[in-house]
């Protein structure tokens, strides 16, 4: 599902300058970028497409920086235009940032405020969120990026509206999308914004791509939260909330635990989250409901129990909110396409380093609760800075596990 505020009066209105055309798409490039996300926008904005419906756009490749550019694999790439070549464009897309630690060049941020003023639609895919947050132009805005670097966003800049839950926001003149393949969608989208649904259509159909996608992130998220969370005093409230996920309690249940009053506790935990704390609850929740079905013969109803669900009905409702899929039919299906061999073993306990053998534990040792809240949240939940860093890629889902039955195509 995607965020869409196209709507709103004050983004609607905005007029283009008369020196940008509104079918110029100008891709701002730094090095030490990811090519696959740098390469998006050039295939959906670059190639002449006309004979299969998909109106033609004119695209112009700049680079943000002084060159060559390098990037993934240490290919170096020269952009045959500068920042000044974005001044004709109607619409400019950031496909990516190097590193969300480090600061973009005030030069290229310039360029970006200057191109909004002047009526320029801005789009950051991926980590490109963090260049145009850093230009100051997400500040009250709704916007999302990889949900793996979303709390991050959130923490750094607070005047943003992080939702990790979606694969892409659309607030009007100013779009984000979530990781690599969200991209896709989000350019899509753009398509379709500009020239409809059946030009969309044409164009998913050259890349081989639905038109539209179901749902959002959450069946991508892994334990999301900040390395940094280790050493805030909120994670050991969010380390008792993990090993406790099989008993019944509830956000103020959490607040109580930290000593705060419930508005102070969810403006606490969206800053170190980027996520709600009643929606990252009901994430785990899910989350370990996934874990049970996949390796336990629990029934439906167990697992809701063991996940601290006050019902069946409740297991369902969220699974199929979050994952589009019953809980029996995300059994079936995983279980089918499992190897025989592994098959045999889906009954074994977990592992003592897994999530959900320290949910069946006794009492947990405070560090090694803090542990688990924070950087035994496995791989997913560390935040790779070094260049070129692959980022996960949202049509492959988690490694091992069957795409969902019924799982519809949609935006």
Not at 316 to 336: D, E, K, T, V
């Amino acid at each position: 599902m995607s965020h869409d505020s196209t709507a709103a009066p004050e983004t609607t209105a905005r007029k283009l300058s008369g020196r940008r055309r509104r079918e110029i798409v100008a891709v701002l490039l730094f090095s030490g970028g990811p090519i696959f996300e740098s390469s998006i926008p050039l295939s959906v904005f670059g190639i002449d497409r006309q004979d299969a419906g998909v109106p033609r756009y004119r695209l112009l490749v700049c680079a943000g920086e002084d060159g060559p550019l390098r990037t993934t694999g240490g290919l170096e790439l020269t952009a045959p235009h500068g920042l000044e070549a974005i001044g004709r464009a109607g619409t400019v897309v950031v496909p990516a940032w190097r590193s969300i630690t480090s600061p973009p060049p005030p030069e290229a941020l310039d360029a970006l405020r200057r191109a909004h003023e002047e009526g320029a639609r801005i789009v950051g895919l991926c980590t490109g969120a963090f260049v145009l947050a850093a230009a100051g132009l997400l500040d009250g805005r709704p916007a999302t990026t990889h949900w793996m670097y979303a709390p991050t966003l959130a923490k750094r800049y607070p005047s943003v509206h992080v939702d990790p839950r979606e694969l892409f926001v659309d607030d009007g003149d100013v779009l984000t999308s979530a990781g690599t393949a969200a991209g896709i969608d989000l350019c899509l989208h753009i398509v379709r914004t500009d020239h409809g649904n059946e030009a969309a259509g044409a164009l998913a159909r050259r890349l081989v791509v639905p038109p539209r996608r179901a749902g959002g992130q959450e069946r991508y998220l892994d334990r999301s939260l900040p390395e940094e969370i280790g050493a805030d005093p909120l994670a050991e409230v969010v380390a008792w909330a993990l090993e406790h996920l099989h008993e019944q309690f509830d956000v103020e249940t959490l607040a109580a635990r930290a000593y705060m009053s419930r508005r102070t506790f969810d403006r606490r935990f969206r800053s170190l989250t980027g996520s709600a704390p009643l929606q990252w609850l009901i994430t785990q929740r899910v989350l370990q409901a996934q874990r049970l079905l996949e390796t336990s013969d629990y029934s439906v109803d167990e697992v809701a129990g063991r996940c601290g669900f006050r019902s069946p009905v409740a297991l369902r409702g969220h699974f199929r909110r979050q994952l589009g899929s019953s809980p029996a039919a995300y059994r079936a299906a995983y279980r089918a396409r499992r190897p025989q061999g592994e098959r045999a073993l889906e009954s074994a306990p977990a592992s003592s380093h897994s999530m959900p053998a320290l949910v069946e534990a006794g009492p947990v040792p405070t560090q090694t609760r803090r542990t688990a809240a924070a950087s035994a949240l496995g791989p997913s939940a560390s935040v790779p800075t070094e260049p070129g860093k692959p980022h996960s890629d949202a049509y492959a889902g988690h490694a091992g596990r069957p795409p969902l039955p019924g799982q519809r195509s949609a935006p």
